[in-house]
């Protein structure tokens, strides 16, 4: 995905009111995973991902196409997926698009602001510790929130992902760029990026799945990129969860390595079309703005 600048430090001191903890349910059903470890997942159809992009995202932002001749949406886009059609086979020919993952699930619990991550389910050794910003008004929100308290005796389990597409694609798309190929390059930049992001919601998914909720999902893929499923995914450079330092403690976490994924000096992933998330089965785990 494009890379994201470090956000300006925020203010994080508390104001007047502020609770040390929201009012999000605490009762909600514990959906438990099937596994409590990682895992790497390979050689995946680049047609399944596909399904899951966001043409509107790509079609109108990343390559600047717009409905002609009175067009409505579906006509629009079903004009523009022949392009698309071609990108993609052109990048499958040329084994450009490499999807890989690194996700796992693990004992989790919050405390105040922070999500500790516990090194076995007997939640005895800490491993690592995520610090997120809580809102300076209502409803006073913060990622940890969404997870039980440490101090509670309950358990709880975090779910956490990492996906490329590999180098491939960036470094033909730099080719293009060095030779004047402009078009081109807009081509297959703009799919990449849109390949990226549509292996993360894929993913997304299948997380959901394992973990036994993904039947609360809408009744169509274009209602995911709405947040109509249960939980949410949260990316770190975003205002939820800003610091993008955390981006070296998910490669930890997961592993990167295997998926050749790394973290640069100013902690950004590489390969370039990389993202990583963090996974909450709390339903009111959606989009906020800290």
Known sequence: MPKRSRLEPQDTSPVEGQPARSDVAMDNPLFVPPFVA???????PIDDIAEYMNLTALFRNQWGFRPENGEDDTEFKDRVRATLRDELAKAKEADLLIPQVAYGHFAANAEGNDLIIWK???RTSEWMRFTFPRQRKEPWLCIADFFRASDSGDEDFASFMLCTIGPRASEEAARLFAENQYQ????LHGLSVEMAEATAEYWHHRVREELGFANEDGPSLAGLFRQTYRGGRYSWGYPACPDLTDNAKVVELLGGERIGVTVSE?????????TDAIICHHPE????VA
């Not at 785990?285 to 906020?288: E, I, L, M, R, T």
């Open 184 to 187: 081109n390059y807009l081509f």
């Open 266 to 274: 100013g902690f950004q992933l590489h390969p370039e079309q990389t």
């Open 38 to 44: 990682t895992r790497v997942a390979k050689g995946i």
């Open 285 to 288: 785990a959606k989009y906020f």
């Open 120 to 122: 076995d389910e007997a």
